[in-house]
């Protein structure tokens, strides 16, 4: 039986910049599209302890709210709002799109993959996570959202 055909995705790292005008930031979490999968992920971890040395006036909680909202919102968690019942596809677009907040999208990478969710958790172990690093606070969300 032939191997299923690897299927495109796109994926944004979501970085916390907690003073945009000096443009330093922290890598915290993962948003993944897969459409050919119908795959919407998010992975998300505030390392608290770069936070503060980056920006000791940060609340961390806030960091986290936005973030686990990011999350929430790829999941389809009707309770997050408007926008977490949109399809996939538009949720996916929103939560990408640049902003001039404190929590910012990188430009956007695609590759191919196998497996979103592996996938999500590679590119999160690879540009998120740290050797200090603990559970994410918000799991990965996947294709039942």
């Known amino acids: 039986m032939p191997a299923s055909p690897r299927s495109p995705f796109a994926y944004t790292i979501l970085r ?3 003073h945009v005008e000096r443009g330093e930031c922290i890598n915290a ?3 993944l599209w ?4 119908r795959f919407l992920g998010a992975r998300v971890h505030v390392d608290e302890a770069r936070l503060r040395a980056l920006a000791p006036d940060c609340d961390p909680v806030a960091v ?6 990011i999350v ?3 999941r389809g968690d009707r309770s997050a709002g408007p926008i977490a019942r949109l399809a996939r596809p538009e949720r996916f677009h929103w939560l990408a ?3 001039s907040t404190m929590v910012q999208r990188s430009e956007m990478h695609t590759g191919l993959t196998d497996d979103p969710s592996a996938t999500l958790d590679h590119l999160f172990a690879t540009l998120v996570a740290t050797d200090r690093d603990g559970p994410p606070e918000a799991a990965r969300t996947g294709p039942g959202a």
């Open 16 to 18: 916390v910049v907690p």
């Open 29 to 31: 979490g993962i948003l």
């Open 34 to 37: 897969c459409r050919t999968r």
């Open 64 to 69: 986290r709210s936005q973030l686990e909202a």
């Open 72 to 74: 929430r919102v790829a």
């Open 97 to 99: 799109s640049p902003s």
